[in-house]
């Protein structure tokens, strides 16, 4: 009776064909741009197997009752039913008007798992109680929310291949306060994730070519101004390893020098003869970490993309994010 | 407080009113399997493994298989119930072990009704409801969310919510006859009159406070010692219990009524026997039922449910002018070579009297004079019952001096039988009916004499005048009483207990009494098409949706109430028209930089711009805003 009578047209008519007709934007544009107040329209309801399981008692019970012509049972029966039915109610405004949006996602590499985030608000006077977010079968986190209060909810989804990730749809559901009833909303939030190409796992040494070869410098390490240890990465230089601290038995470290007169490293698509693009945005990626690592200024260069030389976190997330977007 | 406990507190609840009729052993093994699981819980023991908990079911079937040889039946089913519930608690892991308990437990609270529906009852099963439905949703609270006290004031919300939608499913919900029969027990243990009478058994019956019936008077009330309300004619006697083994001897002629009439309706107790009660003499018959030639009412049915009638009876009146020759033979009959005392006293009141009356007023004087006692705690006669009654104990109730009456006057030979029943009822003037209840059982007996048929004696007035006129309770000494019937001096409490019984009337009247009559003459007094079944459907359906759609509504308003804010409207409205002109409000933009902005960019508009905008902040802000009709007003103009 609550349940929408027209399912989300949205999701029915989303595949190319009725993406962009006519009746799909008008009934529901889709994807939802953030945020989205969940309406009557958007919130579907029905009985849990345990209120299946429930509505199996109270035809036990009715019938007891008739048989027995016990007055009492009766009344209980029907105080249960309503109870039922009163919890429909609790169940579906633990949902509506709920306000939704796209929280923040932080960017992973090819392989790993990303997370994206949903953001919830109440703009009620009441508390919602358990609400969770599901993704497939799966309820993942549950939330609750005070009055006039927000919180976040996160999913996670593999990210097999770089590039920009789209979240897949998911659903808020809740069956508070009896379990009986399930309140679900099926939400296509604008969430993206951006997808770094996987670091190629086996480390060539990265390529010594001056970004700037006027520069004006002298090339080579500078030994005056060591400013500490870092974790020392394979490929890098055994030079740098500060072998003191491998006697100490505190693992292969390197020294990091400051200001030094590190040459600028080119992080050059040309100069690699891997066929497969792919493995050289691979390739790529891993010099990006690990030119990162060893402290050094690096730029990189793609076919009609061309980062000047840099370092800093903020540098190594434009390198990576070129080659996440990279199309040959 | 954990769910868990929410749980146990539940099963307790439900599980203690049922041990009163359960095996003995039952409650010390609930008690403890759920110190178990709450030892479990606190992680000091570990939870029995399956085959113990196997052999524990299989012994606990076993033992109640040896009890009632069966696992049918009320009291079979209950306790076989109550105890897998409790074998539930050892292995409840997860959620659907959890919520089969739950489930179970409410059917518990139903399985109560079956034992007793009584207000204080009702009463107590609710308060388990509410915290069933509290145990519900600690469950449900998944992210622990709500306080305990929060979450027992959302299972009160819940409950009272579904309070009117209940109320209209209880009134509309058609009602219909039971299915299939019940089992043998779905009415045990209920105190009424039975069908045969022994030393001892009215007396018992005396101690019960329970109501027999109630019985709204049309006429005028009848003065207490005519109200003998008829019940079971008992006619065969084997020396020591009276009973009717086969059925009553039909009657000869019609009875002949007089006087003046007295109609009342009478509401009868279930008593799970035929025989229905009517004050002698009915001369009308409830419906469904049969008079048998002694006048005792027989229902086609056990009376299962409360039964309500119409009648009219005649005080005065003549009954059997004729008697049958097997009736006389019957109604003169005593076991042989029993009694040769008593025999003997007839025999000399036979020869010394010349007429049968005669005989009748020398017996009753006799037990007026030879210092007979009327009490509640005879002693034990022995196998010459009735002789050592009249010549060694002369301690009785009326079932001894009704039986001891008989026999002389069987002895005598004249006709005569037990009649048992109820006698007087006390009147509740607040609600202007008599209630007569199982303490008012008495036994009185009925001889036959030529030209006036079947006369009614009562012996114990004879002894005791005060039992028939004022009652039982006067005439037994004080320290005999028992508790039910100790006397109540003190007015007010006498008042509280009058409101009691007329509250526990209706109750039993309108609540309980709601079957598929009551339901069709409640709802045809509403409307004719309301008493069908097309009818009450219509009605629950209409009713139902209408108030789905009354809450639906209120939510709704509930929504728009938080979204139209009409300053806030009108300055959307505002800032819509400015939109058109290509002046758009950004979403961090504030009212009076957006003003600023929007004059700079049509200096034409500016005044008004910032007039419109300062009216608006003024009613957001001002501590007494002028009136929104301004805002409106000025917004209304606002055509560029």
């Known amino acids: 009776m609550l349940r929408p009578a027209l399912s989300r047209p949205g999701r029915l008519l989303k595949h190319p064909a009725g993406k962009d007709s006519f009746l799909a934007r008008l009934l529901h544009p889709s994807p939802d741009t953030a945020p989205v107040t969940l309406t009557q329209r958007r919130i579907f309801i029905l009985p849990t197997r345990a209120g299946l399981g429930f509505a199996l008692l109270l035809l036990l019970m009715l019938l007891g009752s008739i048989n027995y012509g016990n007055s009492m049972g009766f009344v209980l029966t029907f105080l249960l039913a309503s109870l039922a039915v009163v919890s429909i109610l609790h169940t579906w405004r633990n949902l509506a008007r709920l306000i939704v949006s796209a929280g923040s996602s932080e960017a992973v590499f090819a392989g790993q798992d990303a997370r994206f985030r949903v953001c919830l608000d109440n703009a009620d006077d009441y508390a919602r109680l358990a609400i969770g977010l599901r993704t497939g079968k799966a309820v993942g986190e549950v939330v609750n929310l005070a009055p006039h209060a927000s919180g976040c909810l996160a999913f996670a989804v593999p990210a097999p291949v770089r590039g920009r990730l789209r979240a897949p749809g998911f659903s808020l559901v809740t069956s508070f306060p009896l379990g009986l009833f399930r309140a679900w909303s099926p939400l296509d939030l604008d969430l993206h994730c951006l997808v770094y190409p996987h670091p190629a796992p086996a480390s060539l040494p990265l390529p010594e070519t001056a970004a700037h070869p006027g520069d004006g410098r002298p090339r080579g390490e500078g030994h005056e101004d060591f400013a500490g240890l870092r974790s020392w990465h394979p490929g890098e230089s055994l030079r740098q390893v500060a072998w003191k601290a491998v006697a100490r038995e505190q693992g292969m470290l390197a020294k990091q020098f400051m200001g030094g007169s590190q040459a600028d490293t080119l992080l050059d698509w040309d100069a690699l003869s891997d066929p497969n693009p792919e493995s050289r945005l691979s390739r790529l990626a891993r010099w990006v970490l690990d030119a990162e690592s060893a402290g050094r200024r690096y730029g990189l260069r793609l076919p009609g993309v061309s980062i000047a030389a840099d370092r800093g976190q903020a540098h190594c997330h434009r390198c990576l994010e070129a080659l996440a977007l990279y199309r040959p | ?640």
Request: net charge positive; glycine share 6%.
């Open chain 2, 1 to 640: 407080m954990k769910p868990v406990y929410w749980l146990l507190a539940s099963l307790a609840l439900v599980i203690a009113p049922h041990l009163a009729h359960l095996p003995l052993w039952v409650g010390p093994l609930c008690l403890g399997l759920g110190a178990w699981r709450v030892a479990a819980e606190r992680g000091r023991v570990a939870l029995p493994g399956k085959p113990l908990l196997i052999a524990l079911t299989a012994a606990c079937t076993a033992l109640i298989l040896a009890e009632f040889h069966t696992l049918f039946g009320r009291d079979a089913g209950v306790t076989l119930l109550v105890v897998m519930i409790s074998l539930k608690l050892m292995e409840m892991k997860t959620r659907r072990d959890i919520l089969i308990t739950v489930f179970l437990a409410y059917f518990l609270v139903a399985a109560g009704f079956l034992y007793s529906q009584a207000i204080p009852m009702v009463l107590y099963l609710l308060l388990a409801v509410w915290t069933i439905t509290t145990t519900m949703i600690a469950y449900g609270d998944t992210a622990s969310g709500l306080a305990t006290r929060a979450r027992m004031k959302l299972g009160a919300v819940l409950l009272l919510q579904a309070m009117p939608l209940m109320l209209v499913l209880f009134v509309l919900f058609p009602r219909v006859s039971p299915l299939w029969s019940l089992p043998q027990d779905a009415h045990a243990g209920v105190s009424g009159l039975s069908d045969s009478m022994s030393p001892g058994t009215i007396s018992q019956l005396i101690q019960s406070e329970a109501v027999a019936f109630r019985v709204n008077f049309s006429s005028p009330l009848p003065p207490a010692q005519t109200r003998y309300w008829r019940g079971p004619v008992l006619w065969d006697y084997d020396g020591r219990t009276w009973s009717t083994r086969t059925p009553s001897p039909e009657s000869a002629s019609l009875p002949l009524l007089r006087g003046g009439a007295t109609t009342y309706v009478l509401t009868l107790e279930p008593h799970h026997q035929r025989w229905l009660f009517a004050l002698d003499l009915p001369a009308t018959l409830p419906p469904d039922s049969r008079a048998a030639g002694d006048m005792q009412i027989l229902a086609r049915e056990p009376v299962e449910r409360r039964l309500r009638y119409q009648l009219t009876s005649y005080i005065d009146y003549r009954l059997g002018a004729e008697l049958v020759p097997s009736a006389r033979q019957r109604a003169l009959t005593l076991p042989a070579n029993l009694n040769p005392r008593t025999h003997a006293l007839a025999g000399r009141w036979r020869s010394d009297e010349g007429s049968d009356p005669a005989v009748v007023a020398r017996a009753l004087a006799h037990f007026r004079e030879q210092n007979f006692v009327y009490t509640l705690s005879p002693p034990r006669l022995g196998t010459q019952a009735v002789d050592s009654f009249l010549f060694e104990t002369k301690r009785g109730f009326c079932e001894h001096y009704a039986g001891a009456f008989v026999t002389l006057m069987r002895a005598a030979g004249i006709p005569a039988r037990v009649v048992t029943g109820y006698q007087g009822g006390s009147l509740n003037p607040l609600g202007d009916y008599l209630v007569v209840r199982q303490s008012d059982a008495h036994a009185w007996a009925e001889v036959w004499l030529a030209e006036r048929g079947w006369v009614r004696v009562d012996p114990t007035a004879a002894v005791s005048p005060d039992r028939v006129e004022q009652g039982i309770a006067a005439a037994l000494p004080a320290a005999e009483l028992p508790l039910a019937l100790a006397r109540l001096d003190i007015a007010w409490l006498q008042r509280m207990q009058q409101t009691w019984d007329l509250v526990n009337s209706q109750w039993d009247l309108w609540v309980l009494g709601y079957g598929e009559d009551r339901q069709r003459s409640l709802l045809a007094r509403i409307h004719a098409s309301l008493a069908t079944w097309a009818g009450m459907a219509v009605a629950l359906a209409a009713l139902l949706l209408a108030g789905l759609a009354g809450v639906a509504l209120y939510l709704l308003w509930q929504a728009a109430k938080n979204r139209a804010d009409p300053a806030q409207a009108a300055y959307a409205r505002f800032c819509r028209r400015l939109a058109r002109l290509g002046i758009a409000r950004l979403p961090h933009e504030g009212p009076l930089d957006f003003s600023r902005r929007a004059g700079q960019a049509r200096p034409a508009l500016a005044t008004r711009i910032s007039h419109i905008t300062q009216l608006y902040l003024d009613l957001r802000y001002r501590r007494n805003p002028p009136p929104l009709r301004a805002l409106r007003q000025a917004v209304r103009r606002f055509r560029p």
